[in-house]
């Protein structure tokens, strides 16, 4: 792919993201479709579609990309079925879920189906084009370990979700730096699909940024998750310096990550359901703290961009940046992992900040009175 390539995907996502994110807000109004009443906002009815118009820009924005743009490789071929397949059955999850709020059981289930749909079809399809060769053995761990990473990082992006543009930016940024990496490592289908995420999500957080116009959804923030997991996945498949790649790509992606890890653990040391929601996450936390959305979206933004820049020095082999990394990960981890186990605040007066910042408190559940 030339730059002009590059610059006419990354366009073309943006723009399609710019017209149709409005075009979801007119259909929530006209169809009367409005954040759940058990959802995050507190301020009424805003539209909770913004994942259609997501997926919409990345979806036919990939279309020439795979045309036109992208040499034809037996990777290309192989993962265009799994995208597009996979990336349907997301999406119908997510748009369920808006419509009609699944148990978290069920959610779960489904991402499991779709982990384990992308881990063993994937692998097939790479067989098939004589792009690898595992044994039995080595087929199935292989798949499990795929799908394990397809569901941590999707879930990590539908709980980061959580607050007006943090979840859009982080996308973004994890984009960023993940077309960097591909361009770097000569990888035009990483370079190419991370583009189309960043555009999409810029064009979206157009309209997310606090005070948002509308949300991505879990639709949206699900579907985020998905393409980062298969761009991550993509990212191996040269089969060169794997565990670097892998230790970087971890890296980029290590604020939803944390996140996630940090809200199984809390809710299992309160003897609570590890999927069940609540407002104990680092995006809660600080906006307990400093009051305000827009001043944690950057904080966390800045966070996010810090991993990124040391996700690509890491997989350009410089230990020193896996080295701060780690340290910088178990710095967050233990700093807010201790903050929430030692919250002290009112609910009282929780409630009232969430109410502040347009976040509902219905699943306030951590407190000390």
Not at 186 to 211: D, E, H
Not at 223 to 231: D, E, P, V
Not at 321 to 326: F, R
Not at 331 to 352: N, Q
Request: charged residues 10%; contains cysteine; hydrophobic residues 55%.
């Amino acid at each position: 792919m030339t730059v002009t390539d590059y610059v006419i995907t990354f366009a073309t996502s943006a723009i399609l993201g710019l017209i149709l994110t409005p075009m979801a807000i007119g259909m929530a109004v006209r169809w009367r479709i409005a954040e759940k009443p058990n959802g995050r906002t507190g301020r009424g009815e805003i539209a909770h579609i913004g994942g259609v118009a997501v997926i919409g820009a990345i979806v036919f924005s990939l279309i020439p990309v795979f045309l036109f743009f992208l040499p034809d490789h037996p990777v290309n071929r192989a993962f265009l079925p799994v995208i597009i397949s996979s990336g349907f059955l997301i999406f119908l999850l997510g748009i369920i879920d808006d419509l009609r709020s699944l148990h978290y059981l069920y959610k779960l289930f489904f991402q499991i189906t779709v982990s384990i749909f992308v881990a063993a079809g994937g692998l097939g399809l790479l067989e098939h084009f004589n792009l690898v060769e595992l044994s039995m053995t080595t087929a199935v761990l292989t798949s499990i370990l795929i799908a394990f990473w397809m569901l941590a990082i999707t879930t990590s992006f539908n709980l980061i979700d959580g607050i007006d543009g943090l979840a859009a930016g982080v996308a973004a940024i994890s984009a960023a730096a993940f077309a960097a990496a591909g361009l770097i490592m000569g990888q035009p289908i990483v370079s190419a699909l991370s583009l189309t995420v960043l555009g999409a999500a810029l064009a979206f957080l157009r309209y997310n940024f606090p005070p948002a116009k509308i949300f991505m959804g879990d639709s949206g923030s699900l579907f985020f998750g998905l393409m980062f997991g298969l761009i991550s996945l993509l990212f191996l498949v040269p089969g060169e310096k794997v565990l670097i790649r892998s230790l970087g790509s971890v890296i980029i992606l290590s604020l939803p990550l944390l996140d996630t890890g940090l809200a199984f653990i809390r809710r299992v040391m309160s003897g609570r359901p590890p999927f069940e929601a609540d407002h104990m996450h680092i995006h809660h936390i600080l906006l307990f703290g400093c009051g305000s959305t827009r001043k944690v979206d950057m904080m966390l933004w800045s966070l996010s961009a810090v991993f990124g820049a040391l996700g690509i020095l890491t997989i350009l082999g410089y230990t020193v940046a896996l080295v701060v990394a780690v340290v910088l990960e178990l710095a967050v981890f233990i700093l807010a992992l201790r903050r929430m186990v030692k919250f002290d605040m009112s609910r009282e007066k929780a409630e009232e900040i969430l109410s502040e910042c347009g976040v509902s408190s219905s699943s306030m559940a951590v407190h000390n009175d």
